[in-house]
């Protein structure tokens, strides 16, 4: 079965510090998705990406966030300056054209220390 | 988004069937019950999602009722695996809109 892949699965970082979540959506999907989960808490929408563009934000998502689909395969989200606050679960979906049910990645979790 | 209302625990024995209620007393008629689950820690998976009509596939079945006001997800032979957080979301019949996830049900399989 297709699976979204994501790399690294677990990536210390100190504050301050740019850090850049690497994933690979499930080929032929057309829409992509970043989520977060700080521990304990509930999965929390970040980004929604299409047709090489932003399609739609969170208010989580500020200048520091940025998202990028360099080479139509890698699907990357980039993290200016790293705070404590960004420790998480970061997961990564694709949702095909005309599907319905998002595939998601096993996550990376990031500890900005 | 219509929001939704689930128990925030359960506790179902293995082999038996495990049945997840959920109530979506505001839910439009354009938009569609999708049913995830989580476990530990892992990515949300998706399970099934409906309209109207009673929806079954290889995970699970999906029981709307007539006014779509509440919904009930249903694991047929619950395992040990089954363990997880189940979310009951309700979203536009637009495949590719956001998810929005709540606290769910943490369902527990007790051996």
């Known amino acids: 079965e297709p699976e979204v892949t994501q790399t690294p699965s677990h990536q210390v970082t100190q504050m301050g510090q740019e850090v850049i979540l690497r994933c690979v959506p499930i080929s032929n999907h057309l829409y992509f998705y970043w989520y977060r989960q700080i521990l304990g808490q509930k999965v929390e929408f970040l980004v929604s990406?299409?047709?090489?563009?932003?399609?739609?934000k969170s208010e989580i998502f500020d200048d520091q966030f940025s998202v990028e689909r360099p080479d139509g395969s890698n699907f990357t989200l980039k993290i200016r300056s790293t705070k404590l606050e960004d420790s998480a679960m970061y997961f990564c979906?694709?949702?095909?054209?005309?599907?319905?049910?998002?595939?998601f990645g096993s996550g990376t979790r990031l500890t900005v220390v | 988004d219509a929001k939704t209302t689930q128990p925030p625990s359960m506790d179902c024995a293995e082999g038996r069937a495990a049945n997840l209620p959920c109530n979506h007393s505001?839910?439009?008629?354009?938009?569609?019950v999708y049913w995830y689950r989580q476990i530990h820690s892992q990515g949300p998976q998706y399970i099934i999602h409906?309209?109207?009509n009673n929806e079954t596939n290889e995970m699970a079945s999906l029981i709307i009722t007539e006014d779509r006001k509440s919904s009930t997800l249903i694991l047929p032979h619950a395992t040990l695996r089954d363990t997880a957080v189940y979310y009951c979301i309700v979203r536009p019949s637009g495949g590719d809109d956001k998810i929005i996830f709540g606290k769910g049900t943490r369902l527990h399989i007790l051996p």
């Open positions: 979906a694709s949702l095909g054209q005309g599907g319905y049910g998002y595939t």
């Open positions: 409906g309209l109207k």
């Open positions: 505001t839910i439009s008629g354009n938009e569609y």
């Open positions: 990406f299409y047709n090489n563009e932003i399609s739609e």
